[in-house]
C-alpha cells in the first residue's frame, strides 16, 4: 500500500504557483486576486475559507475576505455578487457553501459570472466540462485528477465506482473519468443511495472514488486487492481525546481498506489538500485569462 499524499502534492503546487506569480511581477503583470465571500457562522466553512485565504497569501497570491451574518439576505448576497463581478480587480471568487436555509444557493450559484466561477459551479462551466470544453472544473474533482496524473495512477479503460452523485463531486468526477484522454477513458460506474448491491460494484472497481458524507462507509471487504482507493469524504466525528472534542475522518474505513489498497489518499491530507490549490489553479486561469480569454 501506498499513500496518495495530498499535502505533498499541494505543497508542490503551491511552489508551482508562487513561481508563476514571481514571473508575473517581474514582468509588471496583475496579481492574481481571489474573493471568498462567507455568510453565518459556519465553523466547517469558516475553516475553509480561512485555508483558502491563507493558501493565497502562501502563493503570492490577493485575496479578500467578505464575511457577513447569518442574517444577509438573499438580494443583499446578490448585491455583493454583482459588485464582484463587475470589479476589475478580482479575478475568481467563490461564496462559501452551504449558504443559510432562507437563500436560494442555486440562484447565487448562477449569478456568478461564469468568468469569474473558479469553483467551476456554474451551469455554463459544467456544460463546458460535460462537453469537453475550456472551462473551470469544480475543484474538488480538479483536484482528483491532479491526484491522478502527479501520481500517474493509469485509468484508460479501468473499471472506476464513483460512489456519490453530487453536483460538485460525484457527478463531475464520474463525466471526466469517462472523458476522452488522460485522466479519464475509463468506463465508470456511479453509485448513489438508491443503488442495489453496492459491494457488487466496488468488489470489481480498480479505483473507487468515494463521495458520500458518511464516517468510514467503505469497508474493507467492498475493495478489490490492488485498487486505487481515493476518499472524498470529510466527516466530524465525536472525539474526547482531542482539544476540540472531534476529529476528521473520511468515507472509508482507512485502517482496513489501506492494507489491501494499490494507492489510498489519508483523511485529512489527501484530496481536501488539492481542492484549495486546484481553486488557486482556477484563479490564476483566470488572471492569464486562458478559459475565457
Ligand atoms: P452530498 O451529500 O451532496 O452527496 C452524497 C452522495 O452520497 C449522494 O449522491 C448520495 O446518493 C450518496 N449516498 C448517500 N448514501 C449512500 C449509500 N448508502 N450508498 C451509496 N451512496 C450513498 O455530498 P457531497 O457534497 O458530494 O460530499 C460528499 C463528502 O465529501 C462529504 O463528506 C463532504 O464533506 C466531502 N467533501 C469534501 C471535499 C474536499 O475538498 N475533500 C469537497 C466537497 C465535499
Do not use: W
Given at each position: 500500500?501506498?499513500?496518495?499524499?495530498?499535502?505533498?502534492?499541494?505543497?508542490?503546487i503551491?511552489?508551482?504557483?508562487q513561481a508563476?506569480?514571481?514571473t508575473?511581477?517581474?514582468?509588471g503583470?496583475?496579481i492574481?486576486?481571489?474573493?471568498a465571500?462567507?455568510?453565518g457562522?459556519?465553523?466547517?466553512?469558516?475553516?475553509?475559507?480561512?485555508n483558502?485565504?491563507?493558501?493565497?497569501?502562501?502563493?503570492?497570491?490577493?485575496?479578500?475576505?467578505?464575511?457577513?451574518?447569518a442574517?444577509?439576505t438573499h438580494?443583499?448576497?446578490?448585491?455583493i455578487?454583482d459588485?464582484?463581478?463587475?470589479?476589475p480587480?478580482?479575478?475568481?471568487?467563490?461564496?462559501?457553501?452551504p449558504?443559510?436555509k432562507?437563500?436560494d444557493?442555486?440562484a447565487?450559484?448562477?449569478a456568478?459570472d461564469p468568468?469569474?466561477?473558479?469553483d467551476?459551479f456554474?451551469?455554463?462551466n459544467?456544460?463546458?466540462?460535460?462537453?469537453?470544453?475550456?472551462?473551470y472544473?469544480?475543484?474538488?474533482?480538479?483536484?482528483?485528477?491532479?491526484?491522478?496524473?502527479?501520481?500517474?495512477?493509469?485509468?484508460?479503460?479501468?473499471?472506476?465506482?464513483?460512489?456519490?452523485?453530487?453536483?460538485i463531486?460525484?457527478?463531475?468526477?464520474?463525466?471526466?473519468m469517462?472523458r476522452?484522454?488522460?485522466?479519464?477513458?475509463?468506463?465508470?460506474?456511479?453509485c448513489?443511495?438508491?443503488?442495489q448491491?453496492?459491494?457488487?460494484?466496488?468488489?470489481?472497481?480498480?479505483?473507487?472514488i468515494?463521495?458520500?458524507?458518511q464516517?468510514?462507509?467503505?469497508?474493507?471487504?467492498?475493495?478489490?486487492?490492488?485498487?486505487v482507493?481515493?476518499?472524498?469524504?470529510?466527516n466530524?466525528?465525536?472525539?474526547?481525546?482531542t482539544?476540540?472534542?472531534?476529529?476528521?475522518?473520511?468515507?472509508?474505513?482507512?485502517?482496513?481498506v489501506?492494507?489491501?489498497c494499490?494507492w489510498?489518499?489519508?483523511?485529512p491530507?489527501?484530496?481536501?489538500?488539492?481542492?484549495v490549490a486546484?481553486?488557486?489553479?482556477?484563479?490564476?486561469?483566470s488572471?492569464?485569462?486562458?478559459?475565457?480569454?
Open positions: 500500500m501506498a499513500i496518495l499524499d495530498g499535502k505533498q502534492l499541494a505543497q508542490q503551491r511552489a508551482e504557483l508563476e506569480v514571481s508575473i511581477v517581474e514582468k503583470g496583475k492574481p486576486h481571489l474573493a465571500v462567507l455568510i457562522d459556519n465553523p466547517a466553512s469558516q475553516a475553509y475559507v480561512r483558502k485565504v491563507r493558501s493565497c497569501e502562501q502563493v503570492g497570491f490577493r485575496s479578500t475576505l467578505i464575511q457577513r451574518d442574517n444577509t438580494d443583499e448576497l446578490l448585491q455578487v459588485e464582484l463581478n463587475q470589479n480587480e478580482i479575478d475568481g471568487f467563490i461564496v462559501q457553501l449558504l443559510p432562507h437563500i444557493e442555486y447565487i450559484t448562477l456568478i468568468r469569474k466561477d473558479v467551476g456554474h451551469p455554463l459544467f456544460g463546458r466540462m460535460a462537453q469537453g470544453l475550456p472551462c472544473l469544480p475543484a474538488t474533482p480538479f483536484g482528483i485528477l491532479e491526484i491522478i496524473r502527479r501520481y500517474e495512477i493509469p485509468t484508460a479503460g479501468k473499471e472506476v465506482v464513483v460512489i456519490g452523485r453530487s453536483n463531486v460525484g457527478s463531475p468526477i464520474s463525466i471526466l469517462a476522452k484522454g488522460y485522466p479519464g477513458d475509463a468506463t465508470v460506474t456511479i448513489h443511495s438508491r443503488t448491491n453496492l459491494a457488487e460494484h466496488t468488489l470489481k472497481a480498480d479505483i473507487i468515494a463521495a458520500i458524507g464516517a468510514e462507509f467503505l469497508k474493507a471487504d467492498m475493495v478489490k486487492p490492488g485498487a482507493v481515493i476518499d472524498v469524504g470529510i466530524r466525528v465525536d472525539d474526547h481525546n482539544a476540540s472534542g472531534y476529529r476528521l475522518t473520511g468515507d472509508v474505513d482507512y485502517e482496513n489501506a492494507p489491501k494499490a489510498i489518499t489519508p483523511v491530507g489527501g484530496v481536501g489538500q488539492l481542492t486546484a481553486l488557486l489553479m482556477n484563479t490564476l486561469k488572471a492569464k485569462g486562458e478559459i475565457y480569454g
